[in-house]
């Protein structure tokens, strides 16, 4: 099923050393979190996107996504493709739910609101040599009634500092509209509120300036163009570095700016084209070679813009989205995975963006997932090849962080 794949001389030694840190079975890649990476600078980093939306149903959080249509996940009602393996967390944090695995005991979920759950995961990424997280903090939930997303934000602060990661606050612009709302003035008033956790140690800094990433624009449409632009400027004025999450065919915008988001993304001091979903592990080589190296990479450079790839271990959304068909293979043994881990290095971003950390709804979770031999009987889950480390996705990112920070050495 794989396409030829072609690597420069640095790329194939890149290639060898990640297969043979991270082959499946391998032991667990544990790196010292005494280590604190160098928050001023994003070159050279290796980070994740964190969801942190999974919580307890039922205990006035309106955002459980472990369900799509019912309050608690039910068998035929859940919203998650994967399942993480729960092993190490902490008990307080996890409940039982109606998910029966072969050995007759429950799958249990955890909720994303208790601090052991964020200070697990932020241990995770110092363990295995990850630089830290990208915060997603949607905009329909910035002033969310119970404060939940700031609590997380909050843990994931302190996690961040005690592990010597770094973090971002990734604005997910779904839920914003210009028609309804004065995005700008909110983000501003929000960066506002926030003003300890922007001047926080583990905060990551470029060019002396704060980032911030704004993720959608010309993705999300019910964001105009105009507004795109007042959203961006203000956020540059106000002394942010920005990076904008594109869509993955940016370029073609840039040149024919038939819409108007070219004129937004001009102003970038970043993009960072969204890929998930446009290649698979058949064809990744032959978009890598056109699009990420020869229109990407080139495009950007040419306008004096830096650059972020993005790569993803192939998922599965078939629960939340049950017109989709179940692809069990889309992850390909790791292969699909590592084939990007390698096109990222070789290109030398300034940054990897690891899609995602705990992404379950779409099945593309880099964390201990559960196995295919422990997977419920009574519903159907993407799991981890059984002869897989459960941290192997992990080592992958974490091998592929050594070698981007190595390039940039």
């Not at 704060?210 to 106000?238: C, F, H, Q, Y």
């Not at 592990?281 to 990407?296: L, T, V």
Request: hydrophobic share 40%; with cysteine.
């Amino acid at each position: 099923m794989q396409s030829r794949f072609f690597l420069s001389a640095i790329g194939a030694l890149v290639l060898q050393s990640i297969q043979g840190l991270a082959a499946p079975g391998s032991h667990p890649k544990q790196q010292s979190r005494a280590t604190a990476i160098d928050t001023s600078t994003l070159n050279g980093k290796f980070f994740v996107g964190y969801q942190a939306w999974f919580r307890k149903p039922g205990e006035d959080n309106g955002n459980s996504h472990w369900t799509t249509d019912r309050p608690s996940p039910e068998v035929g009602h859940v919203g998650v493709d994967t399942i993480p393996d729960v092993t190490g967390y902490p008990q307080e944090c996890l409940f039982d739910t109606p998910f029966i695995k072969p050995d007759g005991s429950a799958a249990q979920f955890y909720t994303n609101d208790c601090e052991g759950v964020v200070d697990l995961h932020f241990k995770m990424m110092a363990d295995h040599g990850i630089s830290g997280a990208f915060l997603q903090r949607f905009y329909g939930y910035i002033n969310e009634a119970n404060g939940g997303w700031d609590k997380i934000l909050r843990f994931s602060k302190t996690a961040a500092e005690k592990y010597g990661r770094g973090f971002v606050i990734e604005y997910d612009l779904n839920g914003a509209a210009t028609s309804s709302s004065n995005i700008t003035a909110t983000y501003l008033a929000d960066l506002a509120a926030l003003s300890d956790i922007i001047s926080s140690s583990a905060y990551m800094r470029h060019n002396g300036k704060p980032v911030i990433e704004i993720w959608g624009m010309g993705i999300v449409t019910s964001v105009t163009p105009a507004d795109g632009i007042a959203i961006v400027t203000a956020l540059k004025r106000a002394g942010y570095y920005v990076i904008l999450g594109v869509q993955q065919a940016w370029h073609a915008e840039l040149v024919e700016n038939q819409t108007g988001y070219g004129d937004v993304f001009k102003l970038a001091d970043m993009l960072q084209p969204w890929t998930v979903g446009s290649y698979d592990n058949d064809n990744y080589q032959d978009f890598h070679d056109g699009r990420q190296a020869a229109e990407d990479k080139n495009a950007l450079a040419e306008l004096g813009i830096d650059s972020s790839i993005v790569v993803w271990p192939g998922g599965d959304n078939h629960n939340s989205n049950p017109s989709s068909p179940f692809n069990p293979d889309s992850r390909a043994h790791g292969d699909f995975y590592r084939k990007q881990l390698v096109g990222a290095v070789d290109l030398k971003p300034t940054f990897i963006f690891g899609a995602m950390f705990d992404e379950n709804n779409e099945g593309t979770a880099i964390y201990p997932i559960l196995h295919n031999k422990d997977l419920p009987t009574n519903q159907q889950f993407l799991g981890l090849d059984d002869d897989m480390a459960a941290d192997a996705y992990l080592t992958m990112a974490g091998d592929a962080a050594d070698k981007i920070a190595a390039a940039w050495a």
